[in-house]
């Protein structure tokens, strides 16, 4: 059962974050079980980060369950215009999230969990936890056709993945996290885990795209909270702890001192966009004015989330050469952002000629180079 | 006496050392965790590598050791190297990253075994990387028994915190991570300090104490090359008042000196374009007029048509009064909605008053406009800020709400300030800056003290087209319409 924090729980989680094993006799020093009581994806990952910066789990083990309000999770090498609609979720205020630990992208929202088992490195065991989650899940509904595979996906019914997997290995610690979808938003997942931006070359890890179902689907009588308790229940069995889930509040700095940097580098812009691995763009696209179609050549390298080079190559004459390498050279050095390049192209055009055709031309072409980005 | 002293407690350093080396090599309890390790061994090689008073054996130059990639688990052999943290040539502390790779999902971030300078990267970004092979060869003043061939097995007994316990022959000593650093900077033994803090904890005032003691102590005489980590907050107190009694050690300075560098970066992307926009701005020759504004009707105007507002959907500022008497000052002095060219040779006389308010985003100062004020009622003015406003906070204005404007309005009163002098933007020709909204005593025109809501204003106007006169009547036109709201209603369009 979920035992709300009560001051008590508090001073203890307190301590057993902050003492070593050998000061305290409580089967915490075996095991603990942490909920977050935060739905915001960048301090629930800031979570992850203390504990494998902070905890010493030479004897401990810690199971960490969260959930977020929809995000799209990147791994800690993925390229987001390569893996997600950044347009579609800027629309709809999905955020973006750079996890540290490797693997594909995936879609959360409150009808996901994510668990976490963080453990030395020495007892780094993934199929284990993952045995852990089927055997789980099966207790609560033994008809359930629930499997991990070689790659340490869960697939329900042999076909439908319902969990993906990541890791993340320090010098001491690791841990394991991993996605279940049981009632998160199909729709919405598979229109923003496919990338509308064309001729993108990069070295980037890929996602493999799968077929996805819920559990909920499959059993309606299933909510997260279930499963979750069920996951808890069984993890608390296997390490010979008590089942008590301890919630958490990732903005408190008195139990997390130093979490909420933590949550702050996980949302610049530098780590989200910026740790991108070098790519480049090579495309064209069409642009109508005044009853003419343009074909417009553009090649863009983009290193650590910013322009390096930049080539447009427009037809002959449609816009003043000076003009279009002004465009080029500026956006060198600028970040490949939409609303940089609007803000960019905006504040230039103010000591370009003021010319009626130019600005149009000038805001259509800009437009345009910004449907990449 | 004192080189003696020294040289003793170097070559317990040293015996220190060789214990931790060997204590390694054995996979047992270390005791002491993180970085604090490698400057406890950095000082201590420092010293050494200075004075060669334990050596034996003299390794000018240090050697270089190849550094292996250690087991990651699960019987991985090959991984791919994502990102390199350091380049060649670079220094690295013992538990510095080095590099992250990835294997199948999982990223790992290697870290240094050793303390040294990077010597050479065994591969290139995205190549394959194999367990067991060198990663990264670092020159390092180690001692020859490292044992290089196993894996460095950690197993830290205490857990990472504020106060790291030191144990050394089972002696726990409590102290600080700064005081630790003062105490191995001063190559003082921390079991041979009394502490006065709690649990017999050692303060950095008893390791003054000790040094105060001590008569003419040799001090470590060389600054530490490498930038220094900035220190826990507990260490943030300035040298300057070190008043402790006869002697003041220098090195006390140490651990308190501000080690941050300069950071020089290119100027790009959008500041560039604003370098360029600013540049052109100040060759027109600015003139500025201010004045004063009694807001007092104004705002209780708006107190009654803010719930009204509300029930449409559309906060109500003042902004949207503000661009609408300016809107129609401009219809009795266009000039000032005007245009010049290059050389100043043609006026062009803009036809829509598209009104520019300057907004402060995470990218930096933006004009998003209001177009065509001169047909828009004061709700639709706000209504339309309100979009402006909420696309500029999310980073998604378009080209065409930033571009076209023929005046600007800036309320920087909003974050201070009273009178300011604005710069105009090209290719517009005059600017206003609204300070913020004070509550003033004022005389009424019975001689009584009133409370009055005053505002300023700061005008600033090209001085090539526009003379003094003509900005002073705008501004009074625009001050009467906003300081008698009733007036707007009769010029209204």
């Known amino acids: 059962m979920v035992i709300p924090s009560s001051l008590k729980n508090c001073f203890q989680l307190f301590y057993v974050l902050k003492i070593s ?9 075996r095991g603990l079980i942490l909920q977050s009581v935060s739905s915001d994806v960048y301090q629930n990952l800031a979570v992850e980060d203390w504990i494998h910066d902070n905890m010493n789990l030479e004897n401990r083990q810690v199971l960490f369950l969260w959930r977020n309000s929809p995000t799209v999770v990147i791994g800690r090498h993925q390229n987001p215009w390569q893996e997600c609609n950044l347009k579609i979720m800027r629309k709809k205020n999905i955020k973006l999230a750079r996890r540290r630990s490797g693997g594909g992208t995936v879609y959360h929202d409150l009808g996901n969990i994510n668990f976490t088992f963080f453990t030395s490195k020495k007892k780094y065991e993934r199929m284990e936890n993952l045995k852990l989650v089927v055997r789980a899940l099966k207790g609560l509904r033994p008809q359930l056709d629930v499997r991990a595979t070689a790659r340490y996906d869960l697939l329900l019914d042999g076909n439908f993945k319902i969990s993906g997997t990541a890791a993340k290995l320090g ?18 997942l598979s229109s923003v885990l496919k990338s509308p931006y064309k001729g993108i070359k990069s070295n980037a890890t890929p996602s493999m795209p799968a077929l996805v179902k819920n559990l909920f689907e499959e059993d309606p009588t299933l909510t997260c909270e279930m499963v979750m308790d069920a996951v808890a229940a069984e993890y608390a069995r296997c390490h010979q702890i008590d089942h008590h889930i301890t919630l958490i509040n990732p903005a408190d700095e008195i139990v997390f001192p130093g979490i909420n940097n933590k949550t702050k580098e996980l949302q610049t812009w530098e780590w989200i966009y910026g740790k991108t691995p070098k790519f480049s763009i090579s495309t064209c696209f069409n642009m109508m004015y005044e009853q003419s179609l343009l074909e417009v050549q553009v090649d863009i390298h983009v290193k650590h989330g910013r322009i390096e080079v930049c080539n447009i190559d427009l037809p002959e004459q449609w816009l003043p050469p000076a003009m279009c390498n002004e465009l080029e050279k500026n956006l060198i050095g600028s970040k490949f952002c939409p609303s940089e390049t609007t803000a960019l192209a905006s504040a230039l055009l103010r000591i370009c000629p003021q010319n009626y055709e130019l600005h149009s031309k000038w805001s259509l072409l800009c437009e345009n180079v910004m449907t990449l980005m | 006496m004192a080189a003696v002293r020294a040289l003793r407690s170097c070559s317990r350093t040293a015996g220190r050392l060789i214990c931790v080396h060997h204590i390694r090599s054995c996979s047992s309890v270390r005791f002491i965790k993180s970085k604090y390790m490698s400057i406890f061994d950095k000082s201590a090689f420092k010293f050494s590598h200075q004075h060669r008073l334990f050596r034996t054996s003299a390794i000018s130059n240090g050697q270089i050791v190849q550094f ?7 019987g991985i052999t090959e991984v791919t190297v994502k990102e390199w943290y350091v380049k060649e040539g670079d220094s690295v502390s013992q538990f510095d990253s080095i590099c992250e790779v990835q294997s199948d999902k999982a990223s790992v971030t290697i870290t240094s075994r050793y303390d040294g ?7 290139n970004l995205d190549e394959i990387a194999y367990v067991g092979k060198p990663l990264v060869d670092i020159e390092t003043d180690a001692l020859k028994d490292v044992a290089s061939e196993e894996d460095v097995v950690e197993t830290p007994a205490v857990s990472h915190e504020e106060h790291t316990h030191q144990e050394i022959k089972g002696h726990k000593t409590l102290a600080t991570p700064a005081v630790r650093r003062l105490a191995m900077e001063n190559n003082i033994k921390l079991s041979e300090v009394v502490g006065t803090g709690k649990d017999n904890r050692i303060l950095k005032e008893d390791i003054l104490n000790y040094l105060a003691k001590q008569t003419g102590a040799i001090l470590p005489p060389s600054p530490k090359p490498e930038i220094i980590p900035p220190l826990p907050k507990s260490e943030t107190a300035p040298a300057a008042p070190k008043d402790k009694g006869t002697k003041i050690p220098i090195p006390i300075s140490k651990p308190i000196v501000f080690a941050g560098k300069d950071k020089t970066e290119a100027v790009t992307g959008f500041h560039k374009a604003m370098v360029k926009t600013m540049t052109a701005a100040l060759k027109i020759p600015h003139f500025g007029y201010c004045d004063e504004i009694d807001l007092t009707q104004l705002v209780q105007l708006r107190e009654e048509l803010k719930p009204l507002a509300q029930v449409r959907g559309v906060k109500l500022s003042f902004m949207p009064f503000f661009i609408k008497a300016a809107s129609l000052g401009l219809l009795h002095y266009p000039i000032l909605n005007a245009s010049v060219d290059e050389n100043c040779q043609n006026i062009t006389y803009k036809a829509s008053h598209n009104i520019g308010v300057a907004m402060d985003t995470e990218q930096g100062l933006i004009v998003p406009n209001v177009k065509n004020v001169q047909v828009c009622s004061v709700f639709e003015i706000a209504s339309e800020l309100n979009r402006l406003l909420t696309l500029g906070s999310a980073g998604q204005l378009g080209t065409n709400d930033l571009t ?17 002098k604005p710069v105009i933007l090209p290719p517009e020709v005059a600017i206003g800056a609204l300070g913020k909204i004070q509550v003033l005593p004022r005389f009424n025109g019975n001689g009584e003290v009133f409370k009055a809501q005053i505002m300023n204003v700061s005008w600033s106007a090209d001085h090539r087209i526009i003379d003094g006169a003509t900005m002073a009547r705008f501004s009074n036109l625009w001050k009467s319409y906003l300081e008698n709201p009733a007036f707007m209603l009769l010029d209204l369009k």
């Open chain 1, 21 to 29: 094993a050998s000061g305290f006799k409580y089967t915490a020093n």
């Open chain 1, 171 to 188: 010098r001491t610690v690791a841990y394991h996290h991993c996605t279940l979808l049981c009632s998160a938003d199909r729709f919405i």
């Open chain 2, 68 to 74: 292996k990639l250690s087991d990651i688990g699960e």
């Open chain 2, 117 to 123: 300078i990077i010597r050479k990267l065994h591969y």
């Open chain 2, 404 to 420: 076209g404007g023929t005046f600007t309005l800036s309320n920087i009163g909003t974050i201070g300030g009273t009178y300011a």
